[in-house]
């Protein structure tokens, strides 16, 4: 059994981080045709191609409660629509098809992919050869009840803005199903403190290393997902004491976090307090053992083409006319990017290379009230010099719309639109953190963390939790 070291036993009456263990809802094996056909990416990243091809892959797939009414054309916002998700988790929990653990745990999670040379695995997690691959493990953490805590507290580090409405559509639908479907991704350093890994890290490393897993599926990108459920109390306690003292950033899931609070300030405002909406479900990674991935969040303006929105920027940004294909446009980008804020626009064909942002600008629309590293940032630049100010946009959707990671389908979507895709590097860790601990927030949509959580692999309800 893993133990504590002294110097990292917190002080009496400390407050932190808190995941508490509880009864995961899980798919039963028996009763679908894979667990890999019933998960999927988490809601805000799904395209309406993934959509339809997770509905078809099985009935029971898991997009039905996170994005009810998906492939019929109607608002994820209206009550039937919603109050359909609710009654097809009650019926599913009632059918056996989901089915809550017996005992109360805090569940390890491992992603992994196939090692060099191992070959994509299919679903039954071999190659086409029939041979089994070696895995490099990406990621492992624990899923847990995160207890929430106000937006002040240290101990939880939202980085990026919310806008209203994403927030009241993920809490209605929490509040019409009673359930967290799908977990808020975190992250904290043990390395900060020395000493090697965190005790909560080592003890999912030995779980991953000594027992078997509950779950065990490889989705269609190739990743295989394990699961195992730590049920003892002595093991909760451990991870308890590790956590107390830390605080964690939050690396994807700022909607949903926003979303549980809301709903434990309606249960409060009821009257009603110490129940299970003053937890909420969450992912959480040791980013010292386990470095995050952190992706490019691009934009996409529709109806303003690059050649226009070059023009429109030169007041404010030089501006290069770049005629390499797209691939070496996007090397070029990097490259630009290590001196400071820079940007392409493009349609895949039209492109322009936008860096050094003058100085008298900049002074001119940032916020006075913000920290230098934020006023410095490159999401920060492109929203108050470029959308706000060279182009006279509000930076929300239908005006500017987010696509990440890919820059070429970021680019397909500008020429569908008939627009200019805005192509971004991606933000350091470092800097995300530095802004978050001084109590700012990054634009909305300025980091894609990853690897990201599978949806659909377990699930909390807030009865019998």
Not at 140 to 158: E, K, N, T, Y
Request: aromatic share 4%.
């Amino acid at each position: 059994m893993l133990t504590l070291p002294s110097d990292q036993q917190p002080a009496p009456g400390a407050s932190g981080l808190a995941l508490a263990p509880f009864r995961g809802v899980r798919y039963a094996a028996d009763r679908v045709s894979g667990i890999a056909n019933v998960t999927s990416p988490p809601y805000d990243v799904i395209g309406p191609g993934t959509v339809e091809r997770l509905l078809k892959s099985e009935p029971h797939n898991v997009v039905r409660l996170i994005l009810p009414g998906a492939g019929s054309g109607q608002s994820p916002r209206d009550p039937g629509v919603i109050e359909l998700a609710a009654r097809e988790l009650r019926d599913w929990l009632a059918s056996g098809v989901l089915v809550r653990d017996p005992q109360p745990a805090l569940y390890a999670y491992e992603q992994s992919l196939p090692a060099d040379g191992g070959g994509i695995p299919g679903l039954d997690g071999t190659t086409g050869s029939g041979e089994t691959p070696g895995w490099e493990i990406v990621q492992r953490g624990l899923v847990g009840a995160l207890r929430l805590v106000p937006p002040a507290s240290p101990s939880v580090l939202p980085h990026e803005d919310v806008v209203p409405g994403p927030v009241e559509g993920r809490r209605e639908l929490m509040e019409a199903t009673q359930a967290n479907l799908e977990p808020i991704f975190l992250l904290y350093d043990s390395g900060a403190a020395g000493g090697g890994p965190s005790a909560a890290t080592r003890l999912v490393d030995e779980a991953a290393a000594t027992r078997e897993p509950l779950v065990c599926a490889v989705t269609d990108d190739g990743t295989r997902h394990r699961i195992w459920a730590l049920t003892d109390p002595a093991e909760h306690e451990l991870v308890a004491a590790d956590l107390a003292a830390r605080s964690a950033l939050i690396a994807d899931g700022h909607h949903r976090y926003a979303a549980y609070l809301e709903m434990q300030n309606r249960e409060r405002a009821a009257g009603q307090d110490g129940g299970p909406r003053d937890f909420g479900l969450a992912f959480l990674v040791d980013s010292a053992a386990y470095p995050p991935r952190i992706g490019a969040i691009h934009r996409v303006i529709p109806a303003l083409s690059p050649a226009r929105a070059a023009e429109m920027a030169k007041g404010v940004v030089r501006v290069t006319s770049v005629p390499e294909n797209l691939d070496d446009a996007v090397r070029a980008l990097a490259d630009a990017g290590q001196d400071g804020p820079a940007f392409l626009l493009t349609d895949g064909a039209d492109q322009y290379l936008l860096t050094d942002p003058h100085p008298d600008r900049l002074a001119e629309v940032m916020p006075p009230d913000r920290s230098a590293r934020w006023r410095g940032l490159a999401a920060s630049v492109l929203r108050e010099l470029l959308i706000k100010g060279a182009w006279g946009l509000p930076d929300a959707e239908p005006d500017v719309v987010v696509v990440p990671g890919d820059a070429a389908a970021a680019a397909g979507a500008a020429r569908q639109a008939g627009g200019t895709a805005v192509i971004c590097n991606p933000v350091s860790a470092p800097d995300v953190r530095a802004v978050a601990e001084n109590g700012e927030r990054m634009p909305r949509k300025s980091t894609s963390f990853g690897p990201k959580p599978r949806t659909g692999l377990v699930m909390r309800t807030f009865a019998n939790s």
